[in-house]
C-alpha cells in the first residue's frame, strides 16, 4: 500500500489521468508495433477476452473479413471454416496496447495510429476510421469493405504516416480543447476534431512528394469522414487511462468495452483483471422499420472515451 | 402601398430574409464585377458616404495601402498626396452592391468573393480576409501587407477560383448549419465555418492542375485563417439584405455599417437613403498596455452580419 486509504489512490490516479498528455505520433502496419500479430494467424478483438463461437455476427462477420483482407483464405466460406477452426488466435486488443471499434478487429497489416502518453511514456494503438456505409467494424466483409481496407493499407496509412514525419507530432489535448469548444464530445460527435484534423494535417499531405491522386483521395476520404478522429481520441483515452492504471490500487474504472457478448471492465487497483457482465441492447432511435428487435448488443473498445471522460473531464 | 400596414410590410421583408439562399459561385478581381471601379482612380469604403479628410488613420492607412497596391503611387508620402489631392473617387461598398471589412477598403485588382442570392437572383461582393497580424483592413500598409495583398491576387484569388468551377457552387446556408451548431456566430467568431469551408474546398484544390506551391499556400492559409469565412458571410449576408430590401415599405433595417466617423442604417421603406449618426468608440477588452484612449472609432461593413443576424435568425 503506497497510499494511506482508497480515496488518496484514486485521487492519484484522477491525477494520472488529468495530467495525460497524448501525442499523435504515426501511422504503421499493426504488425510493427503489436508484436503478438507476428506468431502465426491472430487478430485482435474489442472487449474482454472470448472465444469465436460466443462472437455475435458483426464480429464473426469482422474475423472474416480479416481472414480474407490477410489472404488467409480467398472465399467467405474458407475464411468462416478456418474461423471456426480454432486456428486463429484471438487477442483482445487492451491485452496488447490497443483498442478497436466495434467489433475491434486488428489483423497485422490494417494501419494503426500510435499515440504516446508523453506523462508516463506509454503508447498505444487503434486502427483507422473507415468512414460510413458498409464496414468491417460493423461486420461487413464485402469487396467493397475489402478494398477500402487495402486502400487503407497501401495509401491511406503511408500518407498519413509520412504527413505526421514532416510535421511535429499532433499534440491531441490542444486539438481536443478546440474541438470541445465547438460542442464534441468525442464518441459520438467528433465533427469538429475530425475539421480541426484535416485542417492539421491537409498543408503537410499536400507538400508529400508522392503521386497526387493518392493526395486527392486522401483529402477527399479525411474531408468526408465527420468521425475520422474518433479512433485518434480513442488510442489517446486508452494512452492516459493505461498511464493512469500503472498506480495498482483504488477503485477508479480504468477501461469499459463490449464484445457484443459481455460487459467489461478493469479497476486501478485489480490490475489487469476483467470484470464482466452480459452486454446489453442499446436503447435509442432506430432507422425507420427497424427496432430493438433487430439490434445487436452492444460492443466495441470505444467506451474507453467515457472512461477516460468520467474521470479526465469530470 | 402594396401591404395595408407596416406590420404586413415588416412581414413582407422578413419572409425575404429568411428565405434567403446565398451561394458562393466565384473569387474575381474586383474590376470584373463593380463597372465603377474601371472609371479613373476609385476606391470602394466600409459604412456611409464619407470624405477623405473625414477618414480616420486606419481608413486613411488603407487607402494609402490600396494606392501602392494598385501602383498608383510608388512610396507612402505620394500616395497620401495622391489621396488628399482629390483625384481618387471614394464610393461606399454598399452602393455597389459590396461590403468591405473595417476600413472595406477595395481597389479593382484585389479579388472579391461572387454571392449570389438564389432566392432573388442579385449577387454581392466582398474581398478576402488577410488573416491576423499587420492587415489593411486595420490600415498596415507596409511591405508585407502589400505582397500578401499581391498573393491574393496572383495566387489565393484565382485557385480558389478555379477550384470553385470544379466542384458545385457552395451553399452558404448548409455550411452556416453545420457551423452554428458548432458554436459560430459568424462575425466574431467563424471558427466552425472556417474549418468547413476549409473541408468543402481542399479536395478540389488539390485536384488543381496548378503548381504545386501555390496549393500548399493556399491551403497553409486556409488552415491558418480561423475568420477566413467571415467575408464570405458578409457577402452573403449582404446578398440576403439586399433581395429583402427590393421591398421598398416597411421600418426593417436592411444595412448597419460605419466608417469610422458615423455609424450608418438603410431601412427597407426608404430605399438607398442612409441615416447616420456619430459612430462609437468599442467598450471591450483591451491588450495589455492598452485602453479606450487608444481605440479607434468602430468600422467596417462588418455590422451587415448581425443586421442578417437579426432579421434571419431571430
Known amino acids: 500500500m503506497v497510499y494511506a486509504n482508497i480515496e488518496e489512490a484514486n485521487n492519484a490516479v484522477v491525477s494520472k489521468i488529468i495530467a495525460g498528455s497524448p501525442f499523435l505520433l504515426d501511422v504503421v502496419p499493426a504488425k510493427e508495433v503489436i508484436d503478438e500479430l507476428n506468431h502465426g ?3 485482435l478483438h474489442a472487449g474482454p477476452p472470448i472465444t ?3 462472437m455475435i455476427d458483426p464480429v464473426q462477420g469482422a474475423c472474416i473479413g480479416a481472414a480474407l483482407f490477410e489472404g488467409w483464405a480467398d472465399n467467405e466460406d474458407d475464411a468462416r471454416a478456418l474461423m471456426e477452426s480454432g486456428e486463429v488466435d484471438l487477442i483482445p486488443c487492451h491485452h496488447v496496447d490497443a483498442v478497436g471499434p466495434m467489433g475491434g478487429i486488428t489483423s497485422a ?3 494503426v495510429f500510435i499515440v504516446e502518453n508523453r506523462t508516463d511514456g506509454n503508447r498505444t494503438y487503434c486502427t483507422m476510421n473507415e ?3 458498409a464496414v468491417l467494424r460493423f461486420g461487413a466483409n464485402g469487396p467493397e469493405v475489402i478494398n477500402r481496407l487495402r486502400w487503407m493499407r497501401d495509401v491511406l496509412g503511408p500518407t498519413l504516416s509520412l504527413a505526421l514525419q514532416i510535421r511535429e507530432p499532433l499534440n491531441v489535448n490542444v486539438l481536443v480543447a478546440k474541438a470541445i ?3 464534441d464530445e468525442f464518441h459520438q460527435r467528433n465533427i469538429a476534431a475530425s475539421l480541426v484534423f484535416l485542417k492539421e494535417m491537409a498543408p503537410s499531405i499536400v507538400k508529400l512528394d508522392i503521386d497526387p491522386k493518392d493526395k486527392e483521395d486522401v483529402i477527399q476520404f479525411l474531408a468526408d469522414t465527420d468521425q475520422f478522429f474518433l479512433n485518434i481520441m480513442m488510442a489517446s483515452a486508452k494512452s492516459v487511462m493505461d498511464g493512469a ?4 490500487e483504488g477503485t477508479i474504472v480504468t477501461a469499459m468495452c ?4 459481455e460487459f467489461g471492465i478493469r479497476i486501478a487497483g485489480m490490475g489487469d483483471e476483467w470484470f464482466t457482465g452480459p452486454v446489453n441492447i442499446p436503447k435509442g432511435l432506430y432507422f425507420s422499420g427497424f427496432s430493438e428487435e433487430d439490434a445487436s448488443p452492444d ?3 470505444s467506451a474507453i472515451t467515457e472512461t477516460f471522460g468520467v474521470g479526465g473531464f469530470a
Open 109 to 111: 497489416h490494417m494501419p
Open 181 to 183: 469548444a465547438m460542442g
Open 245 to 248: 492504471r500503472q498506480i495498482h
Open 41 to 43: 494467424k491472430v487478430l
Open 52 to 54: 469465436y463461437d460466443k
Open 299 to 301: 460492443m466495441g473498445d
Open 258 to 261: 463490449r464484445n457484443g457478448y
Open 131 to 133: 468512414g460510413i456505409g
